[in-house]
Every structure is written in structure tokens, then in C-alpha cells.
Nanobody, 127 residues
Framework: EVQLVESGGGSVQAGGSLRLSCAAS????????IGWFRQAPGKEREGVLC????????NYADSVKGRFTISRDNAKNTVYLEMHDLKPEDTGVYYC????????????????????WGQGTPVTVSS
């Protein structure tokens, strides 16, 4: 029953924009944080942006600072990642994951806190 579903990925040219969604279902309580992570080909997963239950966020990846924003709609149990000025190095599979009882910073930093992962949505940015 517990599930995270990512959507919104696709293929865009450099400089374009995408909006990713992470829909959560089957979670009990509101004290959880959601993080966006990505994995480029041949690379390990890295934290991109995370947001806590109190709507504080952290720019975990310096490479996306000023270009990506994270927000959440608690009524819809959905977290969004809005990406602008996309670059080829942003290419990868983007995943959302959930941690309970942690700050946004801790969620992005310590993957051992993450209890559930989605299956990912691919993003391809061409030059």
C-alpha cells in the first residue's frame, strides 16, 4: 500500500524546464520529509533537494542552486521539483524518497534515514 510515484520526467534541450512530481500514498502521519535524488549514468545517487514536514528546504547540491526549487502540497500528499535552465549534466534518473522525523538537511545527507523510494523518472537534457 505504501508507495511513492514520480512523474514529469522527459527529454528537453539545454535551457529548458521540467516539473517533477512525487505523489505519496499509504503514509501515516505528517512528520516526514521528502527528498529528491538523482543518479546520472555511471554515478552514484546524490541528494538534490529535500523538504521537511515544516516546509523548510535545503539546497543540497550546489550545482542546482538557483535553478531548482522544491515545494510540497500537503493536501495532495505531493512534493514537486521545479527545474529551470536545465543543463546536460542534469541528465539522470530522478527519485523521491521519504524519511520520518528528520530535517530536510538530514534527509538529503543521510540516506540511511530514507525508508521508501520511488521507482524514478528519467530526465534527459540534450546540448
Amino acid at each position: 500500500e505504501v508507495q511513492l510515484v514520480e512523474s514529469g520526467g522527459g527529454s528537453v534541450q539545454a535551457g529548458g524546464s521540467l516539473r517533477l512530481s512525487c505523489a505519496a500514498s499509504g503514509l501515516n502521519g505528517d512528520d516526514y520529509a521528502i527528498g529528491w535524488f538523482r543518479q546520472a549514468p555511471g554515478k552514484e545517487r546524490e541528494g538534490v533537494l529535500c523538504i521537511s514536514s515544516g516546509d523548510d528546504s535545503t539546497n543540497y547540491a550546489d550545482s542546482v542552486k538557483g535553478r531548482f526549487t522544491i515545494s510540497r502540497d500537503n493536501a495532495k500528499n505531493t512534493v514537486y521539483l521545479e527545474m529551470h535552465d536545465l543543463k546536460p549534466e542534469d541528465t539522470g534518473v530522478y527519485y523521491c524518497a521519504v524519511a520520518r522525523g528528520y530535517s530536510a538537511h538530514s534527509t538529503c545527507t543521510y540516506t540511511t534515514h530514507l525508508e521508501l523510494w520511488g521507482q524514478g523518472t528519467p530526465v534527459t537534457v540534450s546540448s
